[in-house]
């Protein structure tokens, strides 16, 4: 029995599936694939040359602990080294901001923000640092390439070599400029965190009061205890 309108019947699409990874992963193997060494050295790169860049992005978070996804949106901004600032404005306001020296999370409808030395929160293996200009791909994580089935992209691995406890980060890299158009983090709980970004810009400028966070009046500030 069919299901209404064109649809195939459910009972295929395990066989599709099936097949559709098998046609993707044989048109991966046989077309010609970049060195893993040459992309993480060209990423590196073209980061190592950007003075700043915005985008708007897309966030799904997949909890093992949730039914479905918790999706957002908004617009992020970097400004090496070490800044950045995330506003997210769906489907609730929040506003993640770094300075080089403190990481702020301001939450305002708990009217709460949540404070932490910034050296803490990003290591040198932490997913985004080579953003910041503190950590290098080759030096922090061991790399590979894995297929990348209807999209256009090289898809980059990559494994922390000594913080396993942050997760394994997968970048798509744009072949052609070496842009970033989309991340996952996949925590060790199983957690999957994936960015999509668009609308980037390069070097555009940004002032460091970009980067400058203010608490509101009557707000709360929360601080991680200080270890002895």
Not at 131 to 158: H, M, N
Not at 198 to 206: A, E, I, M, T
Request: avoid cysteine.
């Amino acid at each position: 029995m069919t299901e209404p309108g064109n649809r195939l019947p459910a009972r295929t699409w395990p066989l599709l599936t099936i097949v559709l990874y098998l046609f993707v992963n044989r048109a991966w193997a046989d077309a010609p694939q970049p060195k893993v060494e040459d992309v993480v050295r060209k990423l590196q790169g073209r980061y190592d040359a950007t003075k700043d860049f915005t985008a708007d992005f897309t966030q799904a978070v997949e909890a093992v602990t949730l039914g479905k996804p918790l999706e957002s949106s908004g617009q992020v901004f970097f400004k090496r080294p070490g800044r950045m600032r995330w506003e997210f404005l769906e489907p609730e306001k929040q506003t993640i901001v770094a300075d080089g020296q403190t990481l702020w999370v301001y939450q305002p409808e708990h009217h709460q923000v949540l404070k932490a030395p910034f050296r803490a929160a990003f290591q040198s293996a932490t997913p985004v640092s080579f953003l910041f200009g503190v950590g290098e791909l080759s030096k922090d994580f061991d790399p590979s390439l894995v297929p990348s089935p209807g999209a256009r992209v090289i898809r980059l691995k990559l494994v922390p070599k000594q913080e396993h406890e942050i997760g394994v980060l997968v970048l798509d890299v744009d072949p052609q400029s070496y842009d970033i158009a989309a991340a996952e983090v996949t925590d060790p709980l199983g957690n999957v965190t994936r960015l999509k970004f668009s609308n980037l810009k390069r070097d555009v400028g940004l002032a460091d009061s970009k980067f400058t966070f203010t608490t509101p009046p009557g707000t709360d500030v929360v601080e991680p205890p200080v270890n002895p």
